[in-house]
């Protein structure tokens, strides 16, 4: 991949993260011969990251594949070799398994994403378009300026440019102060990744996405098919999920911070909390208790911010619209908002006087992705009535209570 040379003078563009919404915005912006700042924390200088090193927002739904081509992506991101993901079972609404199969989509099969590789790969890539990487974070926005501190020498810098992409994910460091954060409930997710017991025996990912759809045809509930596949199940206090990724076999409890059992913060806790399960427990099967990590938490609540955008700034990704990740759209929803984002900045910047209206067309399509994902999200809730005195059930189904906030 050739790096194209950087435009001279001063920035067109900050982008404020470094993840997939911040990534694509820089890499469409340079695309344009825009000069664009990339700022990151610093995960790309640090070192090679071990075996077990992980980053939770692991699902790619096929519906990204048209999406990555277009970013001139694809062909890089096959190449990386993210295992396979031939569909969900879930254990919901009911006590039985179902199956979704990705068999007979038109953009064929999703994927268990290596996150740390993925976003250095967008990274790399938003740098090969022209992009500038600076390692450095975002403290504050007081006016104009972004106020940084430079990892590399530690002094703390203003930075000016035309215009602003916040991606600082939830922190949403910028649109906080321009709009407010409208929290959908106040969901958390507890989650440990435990060794893989087949690392020495994996299969490439290819091989893999071809089996599970011979299995999809012929035994839909196979072995290799169970394990290219994310499982979700219901529980009385919340659900949880688990699916294989490279870095072992990810399990995840997803419930309210005043609903979790204290003892889900240890690793015995933890391992107590699966076994209650019925279809996560039996995924595990052969892993050793002893080896379960401490489990880490992490906000998963939907969140949305109004407005996203404004004259000389534009939210994007989890900055802009965050998912409960039942819905498994937050990192397509992260590269569609960061591609709309730098596209929407480039229309500003070649066209001043139609800033307003590439604005709004920002805006409304934010809108429509969030107009589906709540219709969806209440849907899914909806079909759950096995707990009906439950209080994260309550909570959640049409009609019943709420839990809203600003964030």
């Not at 398994?97 to 999703?110: A, C, K, M, W």
């Not at 602003?164 to 949403?172: N, S, W």
């Amino acid at each position: 991949m050739t790096t194209r040379l950087r435009p001279p003078g001063p920035a067109d563009a900050v982008v404020a993260g470094g993840g997939p919404a911040g990534s694509v915005a820089a890499l469409v912006l340079a695309a344009a011969g825009r000069r664009v700042l990339l700022l990151d924390a610093g995960g790309h200088l640090a070192p090679p990251a071990g075996p077990g090193a992980f980053k939770i927002g692991e699902s790619l739904p096929p519906a990204a594949r048209p999406l990555l081509r277009d970013l001139g992506l694809l062909d890089g991101f096959l190449a990386a070799g993210h295992p396979a993901s031939t569909g969900t079972y879930s254990a919901w609404g009911s006590p039985a398994l179902h199956g979704s199969s990705h068999l007979f989509d038109p953009n064929g099969h999703g994927w268990h994403l290596d996150r740390l590789r993925f976003d250095a790969f967008l990274r790399d890539a938003a740098v090969a378009a022209g992009a500038e990487l600076r390692r450095a974070t975002v403290l504050a926005q007081p006016g104009e300026g972004l106020i940084v501190r430079e990892h590399d020498t530690g002094t703390v810098a203003e930075l000016r440019s035309r215009w602003t992409v916040d991606a600082t994910g939830r922190r949403c460091v910028i649109g906080r102060r321009r709009g407010r954060r409208h929290r959908q409930d106040r969901l958390v997710a507890a989650y440990a990744v435990l060794p893989d017991r087949h690392t020495a025996d994996r299969a490439g990912p290819e091989d893999t996405a071809h089996r599970a759809r011979r299995e999809d045809a012929a035994h839909p509930a196979g072995p290799e098919d169970a394990e290219a596949r994310t499982l979700v199940e219901a529980a009385p206090d919340g659900w949880w999920y688990t699916t294989r990724v490279p870095a072992g076999r990810l399990v995840a409890h997803l419930t309210d911070p005043d609903l979790a059992d204290p003892s889900l913060r240890t690793p015995q806790g933890f391992w107590r909390g699966i076994t209650r399960t019925d279809h996560v427990r039996r995924r595990l099967d052969g892993y050793d208790p002893a080896t379960t990590p401490v489990p880490r938490w992490t906000p998963a609540h939907g969140v949305r911010l109004g407005p996203a955008a404004g004259p000389g700034w534009v939210a994007a990704g989890d900055a802009a619209l965050a998912f409960d990740p039942l819905s498994s759209q937050g990192i397509l929803t992260a590269l569609l908002t960061g591609a709309r984002a730098g596209q929407a900045i480039t229309a500003c910047l070649a066209a001043p006087g139609r800033t307003a209206h590439a604005l709004a067309d920002y805006t409304a399509f934010l809108d429509g992705v969030a107009d589906a994902y709540r219709r969806n999200h209440a849907h899914a809730y909806d079909q759950e009535r096995r707990w009906p005195l439950s209080p994260f059930w309550q909570r959640r189904r049409t009609g019943g209570a709420s839990l809203p906030g600003i964030a």
